[in-house]
T-cell receptor
Framework: DTEVTQTPKHLVMGMTNKKSLKCEQH?????MYWYKQKAKKPPELMFV???????INESVPSRFSPECPNSSLLNLHLHALQPEDSALYLC??????????????FGSGTQLSVL | QKEVEQNSGPLSVPEGAIASLNCTYS??????FFWYRQYSGKSPELIMS????GDKEDGRFTAQLNKASQYVSLLIRDSQPSDSATYLC????????????FGQGTRLTINP
């Protein structure tokens, strides 16, 4: 299994809603990532988990709350989002050897629209 | 100065020709360099990685790295219409091994 699976593929939510994005991988990778990508822009790093511990938070607003229940799963909990948070949310994983061949593999993403 | 810079294009190349995509980076200590391809509405797909100075070939793709000039490029030989996509250069800075920094991407169009 060489895939990173994200659900749902599309999500529409209101500003008062609470929702969660889910990500799963079974490649034995020990690092997992959340990236945000706006249209015609590159992916921007939000969070990194390494061995189930949060290692990087790129000053993301608290309305985004990551969770890593185990080495295969990564969640992103969403609450009180703003319309400008509408974007493609990408999950990625990597082996976490932190040698110079650390390759990230991306899931298909969740296209989020906040109304 | 941006950490990773690419010409945003669009770059238009006739079918069968060589497409050349360029990228420069600011952190001289960067160790890992990647090229991702992204079709519209899809997620980035890793197509090449390179870590040492010189060329690395994989099928129709060749990645070139020059650390002295802080320059990495991607050549696509015998370009096909299916190669039309945005190509993202990504670099791992020396300071933060867990962080992959992307350039703005170059939009490539292969004309039949």
């Amino acid at each position: 299994d060489t895939e990173v699976t994200q659900t749902p593929k599309h999500l529409v939510m209101g500003m008062t809603n609470k929702k969660s994005l889910k990500c799963e991988q079974h490649m034995g990778h020990r690092a997992m990532y959340w990236y945000k990508q706006k249209a015609k822009k590159p992916p921007e790093l939000m969070f990194v988990y390494s061995y189930e511990k949060l290692s990087i938070n790129e000053s993301v607003p608290s309305r985004f709350s990551p969770e890593c229940p185990n080495s295969s799963l990564l969640n992103l909990h969403l609450h009180a989002l703003q319309p400008e948070d509408s974007a493609l949310y990408l999950c990625a994983s990597s082996p976490a050897t932190w040698e110079n061949n650390e390759k990230l593999f991306f899931g298909s993403g969740t296209q989020l629209s906040v109304l | 100065q941006k950490e990773v810079e690419q010409n945003s294009g669009p770059l238009s190349v006739p079918e069968g020709a060589i497409a050349s995509l360029n990228c420069t980076y600011s952190d001289r200590g960067s160790q890992s360099f990647f090229w991702y391809r992204q079709y519209s509405g899809k997620s980035p797909e890793l197509i090449m990685s390179i870590y040492s100075n010189g060329d690395k070939e994989d099928g129709r793709f060749t990645a070139q790295l020059n650390k002295a000039s802080q320059y990495v490029s991607l050549l696509i030989r015998d370009s096909q219409p299916s190669d039309s996509a945005t190509y993202l250069c990504a670099v791992t800075p020396r300071s933060v091994a867990q962080k992959l920094v992307f350039g703005q991407g170059t939009r490539l169009t292969i004309n039949p």
